[in-house]
């Protein structure tokens, strides 16, 4: 309660208040507000952080903006992650057929066929004239990518993915144990030697391992996707069939997000750095 609440009772009222936190009832009504007003400062500075807002209320905490802001971003980190896991919007692949015989009858009749690449399987589907004809789910070691006809190298994505992949869970996993750790500080749950000594240490652990491999991995996915082969039997501009590749959204989204992130969390040591650098630029010279 503050000062004016307490003020509004009767003297009856605040001793019994006192009695309850066995505290000391003679004196004035004004020394009687006064030792209540104390005592609440006094248990609200011993709380935890959340223990202190279930006790007391929302009121009886400051919260630090930059720590907000940064578990608020670190939460959304976690939920593009569990997307980009799932997601098949990694890579794209196109193969065009615009093809038509001499005489007069259409082969291939504008057909498409189109591969979604996610990080542990893709997407195939196949259309003609606008009309979907065909669209299945195959894993990178199925019996498809046996086929000659396929035109990207299914090792090289099925690597590539798994490395994504375990960046990503050890982004995620970290991610995890700074909201757990955080939560448990916040009820007194983590006040015990080992963590009160190595705090500094853990703390860095975590954010290094929640930050860097979420962009690592996604340079590691753009480098070994740009560079995968690609089947050159089918392609024959000659006779309109085209083959298109690129990273997929999910990939830039992941590339820019991931990016932003590690700017974010390391932005003063990112600024530090940078105002080393300047400072060791010589001075231009006048002559």
């Known amino acids: 309660m503050s000062e004016e609440e307490f003020s509004a009772k009767t003297v009856a009222q605040l001793k019994t208040i006192l009695q309850e936190k066995g505290l000391p009832v003679s004196g004035k009504k004004a020394d009687l507000i006064a030792r209540l007003v104390e005592n609440g400062?006094?248990?609200?500075?011993?709380?935890?952080?959340?223990?202190?807002?279930?006790?007391?209320?929302?009121?009886?905490?400051?919260?630090?903006?930059?720590?907000?802001?940064?578990?608020?971003?670190?939460?959304?980190?976690?939920?593009?992650?569990?997307?980009?896991?799932?997601?098949?919007?990694?890579?794209?692949?196109?193969?065009?057929?615009?093809?038509?015989?001499?005489?007069?009858?259409?082969?291939?009749?504008?057909?498409?066929?189109?591969?979604?690449?996610?990080?542990?399987?893709?997407?195939?589907?196949m259309s003609m004239g606008g009309m979907n004809l065909l669209s299945m789910v195959m894993d990178y070691d199925g019996e498809w990518c046996g086929d000659e006809e396929i035109i990207f190298d299914c090792e090289s994505f099925s690597t590539a993915g798994t490395i994504t992949s375990l960046m990503l869970w050890l982004s995620m996993l970290s991610i995890l144990c700074i909201i757990g750790m955080g939560v448990a500080q916040g009820f007194g749950k983590l006040d015990q030697d080992f963590f009160t000594k190595n705090a500094e240490m853990i703390d860095k652990i975590l954010w290094?391992?929640?930050?860097?491999?979420?962009?690592?991995?996604?340079?590691?996915?753009?480098?070994?996707?740009?560079?995968?082969?690609?089947?050159?039997?089918?392609?024959d501009p000659e006779v309109g069939i085209e083959i298109t590749s690129s990273l997929g959204g999910m990939w830039w989204m992941m590339f820019i997000l991931s990016t932003a992130y590690v700017c974010y969390i390391y932005r003063n040591k990112i600024m530090e750095l940078y105002q080393k650098f300047v400072s060791n630029e010589p001075e231009a010279s006048n002559d």
């Open 41 to 125: 400062k006094s248990s609200t500075e011993e709380l935890p952080f959340f223990a202190s807002i279930l006790e007391n209320g929302i009121d009886s905490v400051n919260f630090d903006k930059d720590q907000t802001i940064r578990y608020a971003v670190t939460a959304f980190m976690l939920t593009m992650i569990i997307v980009s896991l799932n997601s098949m919007s990694w890579y794209y692949y196109s193969l065009d057929y615009d093809y038509e015989e001499e005489n007069g009858f259409v082969m291939w009749g504008d057909q498409k066929q189109e591969y979604e690449m996610g990080l542990n399987e893709f997407e195939m589907s």
């Open 208 to 235: 290094l391992s929640a930050t860097i491999p979420l962009l690592l991995g996604t340079l590691i996915y753009g480098l070994m996707a740009s560079m995968s082969p690609v089947s050159d039997d089918l392609e």
